[in-house]
């Protein structure tokens, strides 16, 4: 089976610090996605890649960023965490087909609070 | 950009009854595909039924089938038979064909389903 790993699933961090979730899938999917999921809001998308060392922006990319070294793993970074940053982080990943296998494998979520 | 809406924020029915949530989207692509996906307490997303824009005929699987409409640009989740397993929040999403998927998903609100028992 697909195994896409975050790394925390509960996370409590202070206002002003640097934040760092990290995703790692096993099956060496070209693309890779962070989103965002809050109460009444649905899936937003903050960032996305699709091949190593290339990122591109989602919808809402603001106090984010992201790093790609290795095709496996995906990393997202609150350069300096802020309240209305506390959510659910969703990662995941897939095949770049376009194809009649298309869909995503998603990671189990991180729920980071600042305070 | 693609819009994805779906307008029951929450829906409850009892044990072995059929519900049906709905799903409109907005978009100007021709090929693409939709998706329910499934998440529970878990959290862990699960995908529930896809469905490929170019098939005419709706997808199944097990107890839960769809009812694409193309032209009116509506994709609703049917559920026979709800069990209490079914309990979770839903969310429909779209991928257009062209980009290898690289884009990512674009996702409705979600709903939350409640099964009664």
């Known amino acids: 089976d697909v195994k896409v790993t975050q790394s925390s699933r509960y996370l409590v961090k202070r206002t002003g610090e640097k934040v760092f979730l990290e995703c790692v899938q096993d099956?060496?999917?070209?693309?890779m996605f962070w989103y965002r999921q809050d109460p009444g809001l649905g899936l937003r998308l903050i960032y996305f890649s699709y091949d190593v060392k290339m990122k591109e922006k989602g919808d809402i990319p603001e106090g984010y960023s992201v790093s790609r070294e290795k095709k496996e793993r995906f990393s997202l970074i609150l350069e300096s965490a802020s309240t209305n940053q506390t959510s659910m982080y969703l990662c995941?990943?897939?095949?770049?087909?376009?194809?009649?296998?298309?869909?995503?494998?998603f990671g189990s979520g991180t729920q980071l609070s600042v305070l | 950009a693609q819009t994805v809406t779906q307008s029951q924020p929450e829906m409850s029915v009892q044990e072995a009854e059929t519900v049906t949530l709905s799903c409109t989207y907005d978009?100007?692509?021709?090929?693409?595909?939709l998706f329910w996906y499934k998440q529970p307490p878990s959290r862990q997303m699960i995908l529930v039924i896809r469905?490929?824009?170019?098939?005419?005929q709706n997808a199944t699987e097990n107890r839960f089938s769809v009812n694409f409409q193309k032209a009116a640009k509506s994709f609703s989740l049917k559920i026979s038979d709800s069990q209490l397993g079914d309990t979770a929040m839903y969310f429909c999403a779209f991928i257009p064909y062209s980009g290898g998927g690289a884009d990512g998903l674009t996702f409705g609100k979600g709903t939350h389903l409640i099964i009664q028992p």
């Open positions: 995941a990943s897939s095949f770049q087909t376009g194809g009649a296998d298309e869909k995503l494998f």
């Open positions: 469905q490929e824009a170019y098939k005419q």
């Open positions: 978009t100007s692509e021709n090929n693409y595909y």
């Open positions: 099956m060496d999917h070209e693309n």
